[in-house]
């Protein structure tokens, strides 16, 4: 039997808002059409809404908790990249979020991750050379190639990148890019190779040069890092060219809004109501070919119900025809996720932790808040701990080998020691402390779950189990999110005065962001791509 939806319906594409009703059959959109009866009503009918560039590891969730939270918020699908776990599974796990994903109804988009690991400088659980990614690329659940992190590889035409670049170009299906601070002529070089988005520009300059150069800018507000505000210029100006994403995003954060935060923010600042609709939903449906409806006749019924245009807020998701969430509920039951995981790495000692700095300088990482960038800088060894500067080290989870030993400024623990699998891009084990003693504990804490969140004082642990390749929970969405603010307000309490102390460690090892970062192989100079020593002789 068909359903007849009322309201006012929001035609994106005709620039026109008119009280009508939509009569749905099944999946699709039989008819919408102008009712006058429908006058008077509050509610209006808009486009469902896209993440242009998730990684729903980062979520701590896995697909189908995260459906759970995101439909709540008018969002209907995704387009994802599944390499994190393909940095601790490979294939396997590429596989395991597309069957996940099929339990539930948010259409999940998945890419080949192009670069699996990361850099040659550091040790994922798998890799995937251009075959796996062209094998993947040819299956029609793979809809684009997954971020080019190394874009150096892209302008220097290294073989292996090109291999990738060329399959997915010959299947006619996008190449996402990831060049954080490249602009110029660089960038449009790194364009002019196939590269159709990037979601690390944090200068306005930087965005409009690739956009010069043919490229999609998504506009990226998650945990980690936040640039809505140096591009919503780009909103009034280059809304063609724009999608939004969220690229990692906490569960604590994900609980209260999606896709519709930047909606409401930037009408806030008074852009174009279609424009941003636009952005929010036709832009990555046409850029990436997804099966998502667009509110036209014919178009499969994927589409947001809000109280109020001023309000906005969300009241009904509809995907494929039928209501996934509605009257604050969440409409769909799915069944509890598979377990799977990589995890070698046995306990530690605390020795292993013991680095020698008598007579030395030391070269320490330094992180700020809400910036994957980080900068160095240089210190007497007899002034770390009056300087905030904390012993830093990374764990192969993979197999068992020494520790890896930095030092690290910025992250503020008074007391204790929190550690983490979640560390991009191999996912081995980080971890900061204030000596060497609890360092060895949150990392054996670890080990011990085979994957998850910790922090400890010695005396008081609290942890996160991440039995789901040491990056996801199998428990219910709110209970993790629940579980994690209590792991911020604790490490708030050991003196931490980030906004998210776990969010800005799991970025400490990704070594295709500048300036100094550590992976289990050593410290990293990212500028110049090469290894580098934390002790300098005074």
């Known amino acids: ?137 040819e299956r029609k659940e793979i809809k684009f190639l997954s971020e080019m992190m190394n874009w150096p590889g892209v302008l220097e035409e290294d073989e292996e990148v090109m291999a990738k670049i060329e399959a997915a170009k010959s299947l006619n299906k996008p190449v996402d890019g990831h060049a954080p601070g490249l602009s110029g002529d660089k960038a449009k070089l790194y364009a002019s190779k196939g590269i159709t988005t990037d979601h690390e520009c944090t200068q306005l300059e930087e965005a409009l040069d690739k956009i010069e150069g043919g490229m999609k800018i998504q506009i990226r507000e998650g945990s980690a890092a936040k640039n809505f505000d140096a591009l919503s210029t780009l909103l009034n100006s280059h809304a063609e060219h724009l999608m939004f994403c969220t690229d990692d995003t906490h569960p604590h954060e994900l609980i209260n809004g999606h896709i519709d935060l930047f909606i409401r923010r930037a009408f806030a600042l008074g852009a174009d109501i279609f424009e941003v609709l636009k952005i929010a939903s036709i832009n990555p449906i046409e850029h990436y070919n997804l099966d998502v409806g667009q509110l036209r006749k014919g178009d499969l019924a994927d589409f947001v119900i809000v109280e109020t245009m001023s309000q906005f807020i969300p009241i009904a998701t509809y995907i494929n025809g039928e209501a996934v969430y509605e009257n604050k509920e969440v409409k769909f039951t799915t069944e509890k996720p598979d377990v799977i995981n990589n995890f070698q790495a046995r306990e530690k000692t605390v020795s292993e932790f013991f680095l020698d700095t008598k007579g030395k300088r030391v070269q320490s990482i330094v992180v700020e808040d809400g910036q994957l960038i980080t900068k160095k800088e240089i210190f007497n060894s007899t002034t770390l701990k009056a300087n905030d500067v904390l012993k830093l080290a990374v764990v192969n989870r993979y197999r068992n080998e020494p520790p890896a030993i930095a030092f690290i400024k910025g992250i503020g623990l008074e007391q204790g020691a929190i550690a983490s699998t979640v560390a991009h891009d191999s996912h081995n084990i980080i971890a900061v402390g204030h000596d060497d003693q609890v360092l060895c504990e949150a990392v054996n804490e670890v080990i011990n779950m085979k994957g998850g969140l910790v922090i400890t004082n010695g005396f008081d642990t609290h942890s996160l189990p991440l039995p789901i390749a040491g990056l996801m929970s199998d428990k219910e969405g709110t209970d993790v999110a629940e579980d994690y603010i209590n792991l911020l307000n604790k490490a708030k309490s050991f003196g931490s005065k980030l906004h998210d102390p776990f969010l800005t460690l799991s970025f400490v090892s990704l070594l295709v962001i500048p300036e100094l970062k550590l992976s289990d192989k050593g410290l990293f100079d990212a500028k110049n791509f090469k290894f580098t020593n934390p002790l300098i002789n005074s």
């Open 1 to 137: 039997m068909d359903k007849i939806i009322k309201g006012n319906i929001v035609d994106v594409h005709r620039r026109m808002i008119y009280p009508g009703k939509i009569t749905i059959s099944g999946k699709y959109i039989k008819d919408i059409v102008y009712d006058e009866e429908c006058k008077g009503l509050t509610n209006y009918i808009v486009p469902g809404f896209v993440d242009s560039h998730i990684h729903i590891e980062s979520t701590l969730l896995s697909p189908t908790e995260f459906c759970k939270l995101a439909v709540k918020y008018g969002t209907v699908a995704t387009v994802s990249d599944p390499h994190e776990i393909a940095n601790v599974l490979g294939l396997k796990g590429v596989d395991y979020m597309i069957n996940e994903a099929k339990k539930s109804p948010l259409k999940f988009n998945f890419g080949a991750p192009s670069c699996v690991p990361a850099t040659k400088f550091e040790t994922a659980g798998a890799e995937l050379n251009a075959l796996d990614v062209k094998i993947l690329l």
